[in-house]
Structures are given as C-alpha cells and as structure tokens.
C-alpha cells in the first residue's frame, strides 16, 4: 500500500466565514482498523482521519452540515459511516460506496437509508472497485427504488472514458471534482465541454472539489476559476462544494482547508451564488431542511 502524505494538521479559519447551514458535501472518514476492518486490497488507509478529527475541521470552517462518503478503504462495510452519521447528528447525510448494492441485502440498505444515506457512489477503476456491465445496470436499478442519486468519481484524465456509464440515466446524477477537467485546456477540453452539456440537462450535478489537484499552477489555483465558473454559470442550482478532507491519495501536501473555502468564494462571486452551492443546493439534493 502506498504511503500518500496526511492531510493538514493545523487548519485555519477562512477569511470569511460561509453562511449559515454550509455543507460540506464531500468529506471521508476513516477510523482504527481494529474498530474498521480494512478490506483486502484496499488502495490506501488512513486511520487518523476520524469523525472527530472531520467535526472539529468543520467548526474551524464555520461549516454546520456534511456528507460522509464512503472510502473504498473499507468497501461495502459502512460502519465507519453509520457511527460518524450517529456522532455528527442530524445536520449530516452519508454517501454509500456502491459496492454495497450488490453485495448486502435490502436490510442493511434500509439500515442505511434511515441512517441518512441518500446516494451511492462509483469510484475510479484504480481504487480496486469495478462493475461487470450487467452488476452496473442492477445497481442502478437499486438506487432508483431507493430514491437515491447515483454519484461518479471521474478518471484523473477526466470523464470522456466513462460517460457511456451515466450518460442516458434519468435519476439525480452528481460528478465529483468538476469532473477532473483540465484547466490547461481552457473551453477546448472535452471533458469540460461534456460536463456543460450534461448540466443542461436537468438532473445532473457538479461538485466544486479537488481543486488543488486539478490546478496545473499550484497555490493559489487560478487557472482552476474559470472551470469552476463555468459549471457555476452551466447550471447555478445544481453545484455543490466539498473539501473531500482528508484528501486521499496525495501526492503532495494537501491544502489548508480554509483556502479551499477562500477559493470557493472566488468561484462564486456573489452571496447569492454562494448561499446556492453551500445552502439551498445540497440541502434540495441531500434533503435538509431549508
């Protein structure tokens, strides 16, 4: 297993404090592996990055809801997120992995759901969790009868390798890490210019994350803006923001968080935008009250 670097142990506060009920629609949280079996195979692990950890970041960010997406660490076991989802209290939803439709029984799928699991995600094929076509389709059909979104973490090199996946579904459709465009190629990326297209169409969404990843710059990720706009700009009441703490995979120092928020602002450009992506739009999709 690959030895990533830690997430940052010493965030600060943005300059700015979000507004209130801001949601952190991405964050992962892990936990001893005595107390969290780590499934075989897993990419990667990191055991310090617990519930508490993840609550007290948020207080520094001024952030009072969240998503606990489930790390492919531990596969189709939800443990960790059905006690962080008991911890964190009624302001928090939980994203499952999609593993978990195929391979437990509508019992423990209702377990999460009354939890507060509201989605189900596919992730990257380098993280050691794939689909054969006809495992993908009964999936997808679970998510349907749950009422869920389904939710796509997007190849590094973007998305155009697997939109076939996601391209004709119906049900609520979130793309994680603005898709992992590339900001180099400004308005001529075909993964950028797919993610407009899909934007217009209704039921799908874009998560504002992984900037410092995406950023071909580095610090303070300029050349990331105007992707971001354009999602923004694509469909301003379908765009979330996560911080996708504590950064899996790094191979460089993760950020400071209260950048990231920072950035965000930047992104937005006014209060009304920002109350969109951090309030009104996760609480419509991951069903908090208004």
């Known amino acids: 297993m690959p030895d990533y670097l830690p997430f940052h142990s010493h965030p600060t506060a943005p300059r700015r404090l979000p507004p209130p009920r801001s949601c952190d629609s991405q964050f992962h949280v892990f936990g001893p592996p005595e107390q969290y079996p ?3 195979g897993a990419a990667y692990e990191m055991p310090s990055a617990t519930i508490d950890v993840a609550l007290r970041l948020h207080r520094t960010l001024g952030i009072e809801r969240g998503v606990i997406v489930q790390a492919t660490t531990y596969g189709a076991d939800h443990q960790v997120v059905l006690d962080g989802l008991a911890a964190a209290g009624p302001g928090y939803r939980g994203c499952a992995n999609a593993a978990v439709l195929l391979e437990r029984d509508d019992a423990y799928l209702a377990r999460l759901h009354d939890a507060g699991v509201r989605g189900a995600r596919f992730t990257r094929q380098a993280l050691g969790i794939v689909m054969a076509p006809a495992d993908y389709r009964r999936a997808i059909a679970r998510i349907r009868e749950l009422g869920w979104y389904a939710k796509f973490q997007p190849e590094p090199d973007g998305i155009m390798s697997q939109v076939a996946l996601f391209d004709g579904l119906d049900i609520p459709v979130l793309i994680d890490h603005m898709g992992r465009a590339d900001p180099s190629l400004g ?6 210019r797919k993610l407009v297209e899909l934007l217009g169409r209704g039921n799908f969404w874009v998560m504002l994350s992984l900037t410092e990843k995406l950023s071909r710059q580095g610090y ?3 050349d990331v803006v105007p992707v971001a706009q354009a999602c923004i700009q694509a469909a301003p009441d379908r765009v979330v923001w996560g911080s996708d703490w504590p950064h899996p995979v790094s191979m460089k120092a993760p950020p400071d968080e209260g950048r990231l ?3 965000l602002f930047r992104y937005a450009g006014d209060d009304a935008t920002l109350q969109k992506i951090l309030v009104d739009n996760p609480a419509r999709l ?3 009250e208004q």
Do not use: E, I, K, M
């Open 286 to 288: 991951f069903g908090f």
């Open 187 to 192: 308005s001529d990326d075909p993964t950028l």
């Open 220 to 222: 303070p990720w300029d």
């Open 38 to 40: 780590v499934r075989p």
């Open 261 to 263: 928020v920072d950035q």
